[in-house]
């Protein structure tokens, strides 16, 4: 299952650092390393989330690990999480499907590729458990709406997200 991937940190235009990633199953362990890449990540431009409390990440984080059919990968650094996949299985319909709850990458390694590479070994794992179809939500024109789509994601034009907001 594991997919190995390589990258390099570039200062200006001299790598000054090759790293290797693999992409692995999701653990429990990893929990308290990818809470703290997503709250760098969520409290930081040009989000700013600055409700978000770190140990709300960690509890959200647990709430995702005990849904009905979580499915989830990780990119890793020998032990040291680089980025997640976190969703679960969603097979009630016409086809198999994914939902994907929250992908990041820590912004130490974003436009290297890796998370293309991560996305891509994510997909080949869902294959091969038989899943059919992605789908997950973007914020529209964010870098994370254009990564997707550079990633063949589609815009479905058919359905909207709607919030009621009841304050």
Same mark, same amino acid.
């Given at each position: 299952?594991? +997919? *190995?991937?390589?990258?390099?940190?570039?200062?200006?235009?001299?790598?000054?650092?090759?790293?290797?990633?693999?992409?692995?199953?999701?653990?429990?362990?990893?929990?308290?390393?990818?809470?703290?890449?997503?709250?760098?990540?969520?409290?930081?431009?040009?989000?700013?989330?600055?409700?978000?409390?770190?140990?709300?990440?960690?509890?959200?984080?647990? /709430? !995702? +690990? *005990?849904?009905?059919?979580?499915?989830?990968?990780? $990119?890793?650094? #020998?032990?040291?999480?680089? #980025?997640?996949? !976190?969703?679960?299985?969603? /097979?009630?319909?016409?086809?198999? #499907?994914?939902?994907?709850?929250?992908?990041?990458?820590? +912004?130490?390694?974003?436009?290297?590729?890796?998370?293309? /590479?991560?996305?891509?070994?994510? +997909? *080949?794992?869902?294959?091969?458990?038989?899943?059919?179809?992605?789908? $997950?939500?973007?914020?529209?024109?964010?870098?994370?709406?254009?990564?997707?789509?550079?990633?063949?994601? !589609?815009?479905? /034009?058919?359905?909207?997200?709607?919030?009621? !907001?009841? #304050?």
């Amino acid at each position: 299952m594991e +997919e *190995n991937m390589m990258g390099n940190i570039v200062d200006g235009n001299t790598a000054v650092q090759q790293i290797h990633c693999q992409t692995v199953p999701y653990s429990a362990r990893y929990r308290s390393g990818c809470a703290d890449i997503f709250y760098k990540i969520f409290t930081m431009p040009p989000f700013h989330f600055s409700w978000l409390d770190r140990a709300n990440v960690e509890r959200y984080f647990t /709430d !995702l +690990e *005990n849904a009905p059919r979580f499915l989830s990968y990780l $990119l890793v650094n #020998g032990d040291r999480p680089l #980025g997640a996949c !976190l969703g679960q299985v969603d /097979d009630y319909f016409m086809t198999a #499907g994914y939902r994907v709850n929250e992908f990041f990458i820590d +912004e130490e390694i974003q436009g290297l590729g890796m998370g293309t /590479d991560f996305l891509r070994a994510v +997909e *080949n794992n869902l294959r091969r458990e038989g899943i059919e179809a992605i789908y $997950l939500f973007a914020q529209k024109y964010s870098k994370a709406h254009a990564f997707y789509r550079r990633c063949g994601f !589609l815009v479905n /034009d058919e359905t909207v997200h709607m919030v009621k !907001l009841l #304050g």
